[in-house]
């Protein structure tokens, strides 16, 4: 029961700290946000784009465009070929018209740029998708040279190849998102440290009149470990909210990559999640510790 108390005397008394220190340790906070904010949006980008590859690792698609003049030939034979694949499904025609529709609806606001071409440059496309069909079974570089032979193809792609291209933007996200994550880490370390330094500044009398009547150091260095974890941990709980509610707002849901399948854009799993909170109290405790240091003897 006791000891009870004495943590209810001290959470009262870091209250009072952050109360009486609101300014400095509100700016500390929307700080520490925007730091691991910036964190969890790569965090985000990574699992979007790991998810997106695969997902595509699970199925091909096949975009095949067609040169003017020759398409309903060339469509003609492409859907003749279609029919010798295993698990090929020629999943949609797209005319010059529709490619044109479908990009100004993309373009949005900016769609008005597109109204000064003589002529509509997209090429007229066909797309297919093998579906309930082991890799083994295909050879897509085979496939896309046998569809490119024919007469009125201008050129093929393939959902690998995107996928061999997004591997090495994971790579690349991976050593970004350590050194950026590291950088960000450095910085909320420094922000709390200096941020409990002022409350100690601020409260060196009432420190000195704790230890004249005999409070033992952990006795006064309590109340600052607890003020550096409720920043770190308010800082971890904003920037999660601000990533959830700019994700709700501004997400466009699925992502329709050309050849690609539509793909949903994901939050972030329970563990990143519980990481980028965990993170924000780590890092508060650390930067408390930090700076108490310099004040008192461990």
């Known amino acids: 029961m006791r000891r009870v108390r004495i943590w209810v005397y ?9 109360f009486s220190n609101r300014l400095i340790h509100t700016i500390s906070v929307g700080t520490i ?41 060339a469509k003609k034979k492409i859907e003749s070929m279609a029919q010798n694949l295993p698990g090929a499904q020629v999943k949609a025609f797209i005319s010059k018209e529709k490619a044109m529709i479908d990009l100004k609806a993309t373009l949005g606001a900016q769609a008005g740029l597109l109204d000064g071409l003589s002529h509509n440059p997209l090429p007229a496309s066909i797309e297919i998708l093998f579906k309930d069909v082991r890799r083994s079974q295909l050879d897509p570089k085979k496939i896309k ?72 150091d952990w006795f006064v260095r309590v109340p600052f470990l607890i003020e550096g974890a409720v920043q770190g941990l ?6 999660l909210s601000i990533l959830y509610l700019l994700h709700f707002l501004f997400s466009l849901k699925t992502v329709h990559v050309f050849g690609l399948p539509v793909l949903e854009i994901v939050f972030l799993p329970h563990g990143y999640a519980v990481l980028i909170v965990a993170l924000g109290l780590i890092l508060g405790l650390a930067g408390s510790f930090v700076a108490i240091g310099r004040f008192f003897r461990f």
């Open 234 to 239: 308010f800082g971890g709980l904003f920037a």
């Open 33 to 73: 946000s925007i730091s691991l904010f910036l964190f969890g949006a790569f965090a985000l980008l990574f699992v979007n784009i790991n998810s997106w590859v695969i997902e595509w690792g699970k199925s091909l698609s096949m975009s095949i465009y067609l040169e003017d003049g020759a398409v309903q030939e």
């Open 145 to 216: 040279g046998e569809l490119e032979k024919i007469k009125g193809v201008s050129e093929v792609q393939y959902s690998e190849q995107y996928q061999e291209k997004f591997e090495g933007v994971i790579y690349v996200l991976k050593v970004a998102g350590l050194i950026v994550g590291g950088l960000l880490c450095m910085a909320v370390l420094f922000i709390i440290t200096n941020t409990i330094k002022l409350t100690i500044y601020s409260r060196r009398d009432e420190i000195e009149i704790y230890k004249l009547v005999g409070a033992s």
């Open 10 to 18: 001290h959470f009262r008394n870091a209250s009072a700290g952050i």
